[in-house]
């Protein structure tokens, strides 16, 4: 049986998501928090999990370990619009298989969910980080390495705890424009 567990607390995506993955045989439920995403795992434990970084009061990383103790052999999918390398590395490290940025479509998702090993072939030839990734990938390593706290992470970066929050906010380019 392929069921899948979506929690991401943007209700609008989440049903979307549900609908055009119930048209492709999986039984779906969905959550908008971490606490409900624990009480669906208890009363039928998931095969999948699409996972949310960023919930509203709550991090994804911490239910991939809280999921995987209810249901062991549940492969889980990260999905974040706040993609980074530390998160990336931290998803994976705390027992997901795949980590996605936003949008991702279905078929993407699904695909995610089947890869068990690495891709010795993937692109080497991308573009640099722009200087506002690289800083947004700094903060991300420094926010990891103190468990999410805003608070210690500004003091780290000798920042002011508001101007992080806004840093944050802010979703920066991957790469830098092409030069001609």
């Excluded at 624990?38 to 994804?60: C, M, T």
């Excluded at 619009?81 to 931290?90: L, P, V």
């Excluded at 089947?114 to 993937?122: I, S, Y």
Aim: hydrophobic share 50%; aromatic share 2%.
């Amino acid at each position: 049986m392929m069921d899948m567990l979506i929690v991401d607390d943007d209700a609008t995506l989440a049903g979307v998501l549900a609908r055009a993955l119930g048209r492709r045989g999986w039984t779906v439920t969905t959550a908008a928090d971490a606490a409900g995403a624990l009480r669906v795992a208890q009363l039928a434990p998931p095969s999948h999990a699409l996972l949310d970084l960023k919930l509203a009061n709550d991090s994804g990383l911490r239910l991939i370990v809280d999921l995987l103790a209810l249901a062991p052999s549940c492969r889980i999918v990260m999905l974040t619009g706040y993609a980074s390398i530390a998160t990336a590395i931290e998803a994976i490290k705390l027992g997901a298989v795949h980590y996605l940025s936003k949008p991702a479509g279905v078929e993407e998702i699904i695909a995610a969910f089947g890869k068990v090993a690495g891709d010795a072939q993937a692109d080497t030839d991308a573009l640099p980080l722009s200087v506002e990734r690289l800083e947004w990938e700094h903060i991300q390593k420094i926010l990891a390495e103190h468990g999410g706290n805003i608070s210690a992470t500004a003091r780290a970066l000798n920042m002011h705890r508001r101007t992080l929050q806004r840093k944050l906010l802010k979703r920066p380019s991957p790469n830098p424009p092409e030069r001609d």
